[in-house]
């Protein structure tokens, strides 16, 4: 990120807070007179907000509010729980995150637990990008949840191993190699594999290969209607088959993704590209480490698509709503989320923030000076707008973990690997 900048910044972020909501001292809330009102934050993993210091921010603008956060470290762990106490009306944070791949669940089931974020003072429905808006409103035209950030996917790839194997380095000239299709990603493993440094292969994983495509589709794993349509959808049996293609051609590194393994894979240097959503470049950073800067380049994905992104909702068991309301819409506005953006790496689902220069003109100085600000911008600009079904999450996690994982470790054809993740889905669904 460029020093010159952080001004811009800071002028764009006075500018959205001397807009909001005055402080008020009324103690409203249910504070006991105190004038106080604390607020608690419910979030899954490190979700960016306190760490960036947007909490600090939001109570130094109103000194009569306390923000308190608990983090469960994996969503696996924390959404069953908010689901527990959804049910129960109880036990709930003023404000909870929920991860994309539960939304449509919240939003089909949950809705008339959670409050209108549309008629939140301070939100701007035409400040969000319209598929994202679309994913937190409920059946009934209701929207719950405010959309945090999303994952608008590129490939990052090592320069030096490109060079190595005799493929072209200039992030254009390699976008260009498969621009428009995941074929052409083959392809280029291919060519890779045929002149790839010792102990590298193209890339990490097959399942993190078919993630990447069924991100790019625009209808996955239920249709329009809400309906299953996993197992007769086209669109994912070609993801199914090609990702099974870098596994059976020798074009991964055989590696489980988020695994200590795989971690291990980034600092060793044992694979050349990997589907790169922008919040996956603070991954590589830390886990490929100083060695790793200036090797590592971004450009463009065969197909834009999006892997990932989250939802603030305020539960209406909440003692404090109205308050939670307010901090919700400011969390989530362009210029919190700019901030977010150049603190955390989280991009924003707020596409007016894509016109903040701190966005637009971003530049990220581990990735060779990649303008990763643009490149992203503009792949969430083009994601399809896929139907996103209760069980996606379920779904997306069997094919990967269960069925494409025996195909790229243990030698299964697609077919066997296919049938073992059929199989482990019935099962979760219950069908």
């Known amino acids: 990120m460029r020093p010159g900048l952080r001004p ?14 005055a402080p008020d001292h009324d103690g409203a809330g249910g504070t006991g007179g105190t004038g106080v009102t604390t607020l608690t934050v419910g979030v899954f993993g490190a979700f960016g907000y ?11 603008l109103h000194p009569d509010v306390v923000i308190k956060q608990t983090s469960i470290a994996r969503n696996e762990n924390y959404y069953p729980q908010l689901l527990t106490h959804l049910g129960a009306g109880s036990g709930l944070a003023d404000i909870q995150a929920v991860e994309v791949g539960n939304i449509a669940e919240i939003t089909a089931t949950q809705a008339g637990k959670l409050e209108d974020l549309g008629r939140a003072p301070g939100v701007d ?6 598929w994202k808006w679309a994913q937190g409103t409920a059946p009934n035209g209701k929207t719950v949840a405010l ?4 994952g608008p996917q590129a490939v990052c790839y090592r320069k030096d191993l490109f060079a190595k ?35 590298t292969a193209f890339v990490d994983s097959a399942s993190g290969v078919l ?12 249709d329009a209607d809400g309906e299953v349509v996993y197992k007769t959808n086209p669109a ?3 993801a199914w088959n090609l990702a099974a293609a870098f596994a059976e051609g020798g074009l991964t590194a055989r590696l489980q993704q988020f695994t200590p393994d795989w971690d291990q894979g980034f600092s060793q240097g044992t694979f050349a590209t990997v589907s790169c959503p922008a919040w996956m470049l603070g991954y590589i950073e830390d886990k490929a480490g100083p060695a790793g800067k200036g090797r590592w380049d971004v450009a463009a994905a065969p197909r834009p698509g999006n892997w990932g992104g989250s939802f603030l909702v305020v539960p209406s068991a909440g003692k404090h709503t109205a308050e939670a309301a307010r901090l919700a819409a400011w969390l989530t506005a362009p210029a919190q989320q700019a901030v977010l953006f150049e603190k955390r790496g989280s991009f924003p689902s707020a596409s007016a923030a894509h016109r903040l220069p701190v966005v637009a003109e971003a530049t990220h100085p581990y990735f060779r000076g990649a303008p990763t600000g643009a490149i992203f911008a503009r792949a969430a600009r083009d994601v399809p707008v896929a139907p996103v079904g209760p069980k996606d999450l379920v779904i997306q996690q069997n094919l990967a973990d269960v069925g494409m994982l025996q195909v790229d470790q243990k030698g299964k054809t697609a077919q066997e690997g296919w049938d073992a993740a059929v199989k482990a889905i019935d099962n979760a669904l219950d069908l």
């Open 165 to 199: 194997a005799g493929l072209p380095t200039d992030r254009e000239a390699v976008g260009a190699l498969w621009a428009g299709d995941w074929r052409a990603y083959l392809e280029a493993g291919t060519r890779y594999q045929q002149g790839a440094p010792e102990g």
């Open 236 to 238: 994912v049996k070609d």
């Open 50 to 60: 306190q760490e960036a210091g947007l909490y600090d921010a939001y109570t130094r």
């Open 125 to 130: 429905r035409s400040a969000f990008l319209p």
């Open 211 to 222: 993630s990447a495509i069924n991100g790019s589709s625009a209808e996955r794993f239920y």
């Open 147 to 150: 959309g945090t950030d999303i």
């Open 8 to 21: 811009l910044l800071a002028a764009a972020l006075a500018a959205a807070l001397l807009g909001g909501c």
